[in-house]
């Protein structure tokens, strides 16, 4: 840890661990009743120091290791009832011989979850599966939100109203005499008062001015009405100071139950605890990150939140993640580092030290009204939005419903099944939609080689040649991860059709992952095709080392020709082009040179103008390699290629790398632009191989101009016509690759 930067900000982290560790007093006692409460009344303090222990351990082990600067770890909603509904059937059917080791026993047992939790956070982070995490489909964590909000609120019902037994929400409506009407405004009043804070009060916390006019208006009330008007406070609370002693003595007791009945329960939930826990974490991270402008580090924080869990399972049995809204709380009083989250934990030790008995006097219906208002925060917006959508427009209706079923589907679940059902069953439908995104076609689009040329200008009977025979030639652009079902459609569209195609390329520039599935499909498309006497060419792969290396490592190398791999698609649509014309004009008999009489700018001049003309003109050649153009020249030649390729170049800024613009081959000609309007070249030429070409000069065309008029219009024309047909063309390929 970074001593200098972590004493940085001491006063602004002092301010806003303390505005934190207010916010977080008054729920962790609540999410430690929520969890704990089943045990019975009497249980209720300890229930709520077991809450103050989580936030204390969990918020300083998380902080001293956490990838995130701000974030303030503390218990969760969704963590707690996912750990409730663990602890409530035990309460309910555990036998044992007396409420003492009942009680140490189903709190061991709860800490086996929460250490189970931790540990998969800490492997979570070592795996480097932070990012994977984030992948959860959104509707999947709307789903389970709303399913705690409800939960929460619903649970909150009987201490809300007073009522000394559990009752739900029927029983209420049924039967309202067991409603104490005094109890039931107190929290009401709660509830009130912190909406209205958070809109308009932003200095003081809302939970804690909710706490203090809900806490006051009891005992106003408890003064003028009696004590039996009333429902009950949190009971005799007094501070002990954590001993890790929990596991131990679970261990001494396990041999009273069937742990091995047990045990599937206890991975269940851990591994719901670490994945909601990380999931939560993480959404927090990115939240902080917004505000403050900083980039955490995602598997740093699942190590950090994982350490604090496996501390949180020795001191406190109640889990904890990063909480969003403490983090706006510290950054908003001022806290920029992590040292304000060290500040936090210790500032709620302080104050649960010198405060006990007063906290033990806070009612549990104000402790509800937080707690309902914590809940009523938990519905997602997003849910609300999808309703409105689904109901105002038509366009995307059967995307917004099947993103609201699978919401709905989730929430249900939440509510009506069991919480540890919904996560698994949500963790089914991310997985079945994660399949179902991997196996949806990668292609991005597909052409063929009539439709889309190379940046290579060729002749006229060139182009025509590849405008009937590159149909042989199709291109695939691939984009997104190329997983195991990706990669089997791709192979089959492939192999389909390669039944018509000589010549396939497989654009990789925008894939950006690549499994061991994916790489063996990769290298059996290649073998196929080998085999039946095609091409495959894989282009951008080099782009991206771990790509390749990755596909080095799996033996796919072997597989693939090492001439089947270019820099870029144009290079492999070059090289196909090539080939087709190569073996075209074998078949043809036509050798490879062009003469200056069979070029396309000189096809309707007569002999004798084209005499006229080579009188006019300097033959040239050039070795591969050599610059024939540099940027900024003055010179306004015209050439004409007849032999060899050459290549025009521009210079990339703050590198020493040359990007290609286009490439000309015998038979056309290059250097117009500065021949017509006399500006400086704005690229370099480059020989790519040996080339012949033959130069017009302006003093000699001016000199042909004087002698000839006509063959000098008719050579301007020709120019102008080739500029033309080459600026159709490259127009009627951006259509078809935009239409694409």
Not at 249 to 277: A, H, M, Q, Y
Not at 561 to 579: Q, R, S
Request: charged residues 20%.
């Amino acid at each position: 840890m970074n001593k200098v930067k972590l004493l940085s900000n001491i006063r602004g982290d002092l301010s806003g661990a303390i505005s934190a560790a207010i916010i977080s007093i008054p729920l962790s006692i609540g999410y430690g009743i929520i969890v704990y409460g089943p045990l019975g009344v009497e249980f209720l303090p300890f229930a709520a120091l077991l809450g103050i222990y989580a936030c204390l351990f969990g918020g300083i082990f998380a902080s001293l290791i956490g990838g995130t600067e701000i974030q303030i770890t503390a218990p969760k909603a969704p963590l707690s009832l996912i750990l409730a509904a663990f602890v409530a059937p035990l309460a309910l059917n555990l036998q044992m011989p007396d409420v003492a080791s009942k009680h140490i026993l189903i709190i061991g047992l709860a800490s086996l979850c929460v250490l189970t939790g931790g540990i998969i956070q800490f492997f979570f982070g070592t795996l480097r599966l932070g990012n994977l995490i984030k992948y959860v489909p959104y509707p999947v964590v709307s789903g389970f939100m709303n399913g705690i909000a409800f939960i929460l609120i619903y649970e909150q019902i009987t201490p809300l109203i007073g009522a000394s037994t559990h009752v739900s929400l029927l029983e209420v409506l049924y039967n309202p005499t067991v409603v104490q009407p005094f109890t039931f405004f107190v929290g009401l009043t709660t509830i009130i008062v912190i909406f209205f804070s958070r809109r308009f009060i932003k200095v003081v916390p809302a939970s804690l001015i909710g706490l203090v006019i809900g806490t006051a208006m009891f005992y106003a009330f408890k003064i003028i009405g009696g004590v039996s008007a009333l429902g009950p406070v949190i009971g005799n609370f007094y501070f002990q100071w954590p001993k890790p002693d929990i596991l131990p003595k679970t261990f001494r007791l396990l041999e009273n139950i069937d742990i091995v009945n047990l045990f599937p329960r206890i991975l269940i939930t851990g591994f719901v605890l670490g994945s909601i826990g990380s999931l939560e974490s993480l959404l927090s991270s990115v939240a902080a990150d917004n505000i403050a402008g900083t980039r955490h580090k995602s598997n740093r924080e699942l190590i950090g939140q994982g350490f604090g869990n496996v501390m949180n399972s020795l001191f406190s049995a109640l889990p904890s993640a990063g909480s969003e809204l403490h983090n706006i709380a510290n950054y908003r009083a001022g806290g920029r580092t992590r040292l304000s989250s060290l500040i936090c934990g210790l500032s709620i030790l302080l104050i649960v030290m010198t405060l006990g008995s007063v906290i033990g006097k806070i009612p549990l219906a104000v402790i509800a009204g937080i707690i309902i208002s914590v809940g009523f925060g938990l519905f997602d917006k997003w849910t609300i939005d999808l309703f409105r959508n689904l109901l105002q427009t038509r366009e995307q209706q059967k995307r917004i419903f099947a993103n609201l079923a699978v919401t709905v589907a989730v929430a249900v679940i939440t509510v009506c099944v069991n919480l540890i059902v919904a996560v698994l069953i949500g963790i089914a439908i991310a997985s079945g939609l994660f399949v179902a995104r991997m196996g949806r076609s990668i292609i991005k689009r597909k052409y063929f080689g009539n439709q889309i040329h190379s940046k290579k200008i060729r002749t006229i009977n060139n182009s025509t040649l590849l405008q009937e025979r590159g149909k042989g030639i199709i291109v695939y652009e691939l984009r997104g991860p190329l997983f195991f079902g990706s990669a089997d459609n791709l192979a089959r569209e492939i192999e389909s059709a390669m039944n018509q195609c000589t010549y396939c390329i497989v654009d990789m520039k925008r894939v950006n992952e690549i499994d061991s599935t994916g790489a063996k499909i990769l290298g059996q498309i290649s073998k196929k095709v080998n085999e039946s006497g095609k091409y495959l060419l894989i282009s951008h792969l080099m782009d991206d080392p771990s790509l390749s290396d990755f596909l080095k490592a799996m033996g796919v190398y072997e597989i693939l020709d090492e001439n089947c791999f270019f820099p870029d698609t144009d290079a492999a649509l070059e090289w196909a082009e090539d080939n087709v014309l190569t073996q075209s004009i074998e078949l043809a008999g036509i050798s490879g040179g062009v003469q200056l009489e069979q070029m396309d700018i000189l096809k309707d001049f007569s002999q004798e103008e084209i005499h006229a003309l080579k009188q006019k003109l300097t033959r040239k050649t050039f070795k591969k390699g050599e610059i024939i153009l540099k940027e900024g020249d003055t010179d306004r030649n015209l050439f004409f290629l007849t032999r060899g390729s050459v290549s025009v170049r521009i210079h990339l800024p703050e590198s020493d790398r040359y990007k290609r613009l286009i490439t000309y081959s015998p038979g056309v000609m290059f250097g117009e632009m500065a021949f017509l309007d006399g500006s400086p070249r704005s690229a370099d030429v480059w020989s790519d191989e040996d080339s012949e070409t033959y130069l017009l000069s302006p003093d000699d065309y001016n000199v042909l101009k004087d002698e000839t008029s006509e063959i000098a219009v008719k050579l301007i024309r020709n120019i102008a016509l080739e500029i033309s047909n080459r600026l159709r063309i490259r127009t009627n390929e951006v259509r078809i690759l935009e239409e694409g």
